[in-house]
């Protein structure tokens, strides 16, 4: 069995991106590699678990990198020229995907079938709207952890971030002490996953795809709003939104 070949029983992924459209492509993966829940539980810190391993792997994505996206991660296309295209990428198959808004990271790593884990979802299962300041993965963890700002130092790299899912979801299973199963985990959040849809609006409050997706408009960075409305093609009420959040409409 070749690398490609191996069959983990749960990845934490992360990418990082030349953009967030449809046309863009991955530049950074990284994943860790966990066991069966029930073993990963064991262990405090949860990251110095000597099952979990580690793959961090640069692609070159053969097309220009947004402005935008490069402010956020640090690549550059030049940086990235020596690196093996992007195409050769295969990713390792795995039972249990985790990420944080991990549609996101799989939109790039080829839509595995792997069951989809999202601590994002978790998230807001454990902390209802209003007891944390936001849902984003960097703000979650220094809110909860006294060392959190130390933690996130080193934030937006693949595999930086990937530890940093790691702590968070170390954090979620606190809550949960009675799982013991990634299937468990699974199953606790699909229903949000497919709750039901809600009432018909004509003003939209979250963000509706992308590395923001539904977090509240008023929560993402400015700078990335603005860059969005510049070079985006966006239907009239999603502009409105991103207007409205912090007065830019008109602008």
């Avoid at 790039?108 to 902390?127: D, N």
Wanted: with cysteine; hydrophobic share 40%.
């Amino acid at each position: 069995m070749n690398e490609a070949q191996t069959l983990h029983e749960a990845l934490i992924v992360d990418t990082e991106t030349t953009g967030i459209g449809s046309s863009d492509r991955m530049i950074e993966y990284a994943h860790l590699s966990l066991p069966v829940l029930e073993q990963l539980q064991t262990v405090t810190p949860i990251y110095s678990h000597e099952d979990v391993t580690q793959l961090r792997s640069i692609w070159n994505p053969g097309i220009d990198i947004h402005p935008q996206a490069t402010a956020v991660h640090g690549y550059t296309k030049q940086m990235l020229a020596e690196h093996p295209p992007v195409e050769g990428f295969q990713m390792e198959t795995t039972n249990y995907i985790i990420g944080h808004n991990i549609d996101f990271d799989c939109r790039f790593v080829g839509e595995p079938t792997a069951k989809r884990i999202c601590t994002i979802r978790l998230a807001k299962l454990v902390w209802p709207k209003g007891t944390v300041p936001n849902y984003k993965l960097v703000g979650l963890i220094e809110h909860l952890l006294p060392n959190g700002k130390d933690l996130t130092k080193e934030a937006h790299g693949a595999l930086a971030d990937c530890y940093l899912t790691f702590i968070l979801l170390d954090e979620i299973l606190k809550r949960f002490p009675r799982i013991s199963s990634w299937e468990e985990l699974y199953q606790v959040q699909a229903p949000t996953a497919k709750a039901a849809p809600k009432k018909a609006t004509s003003k939209l409050e979250v963000m509706p795809f992308g590395k923001y997706q539904g977090e509240l408009f008023c929560d993402i960075p400015m700078e990335y709003l603005r860059w969005a409305l510049d070079n985006m093609d966006l239907k009239d009420n999603l502009r409105e939104a991103m207007q409205d959040a912090y007065g830019l409409r008109g602008r």
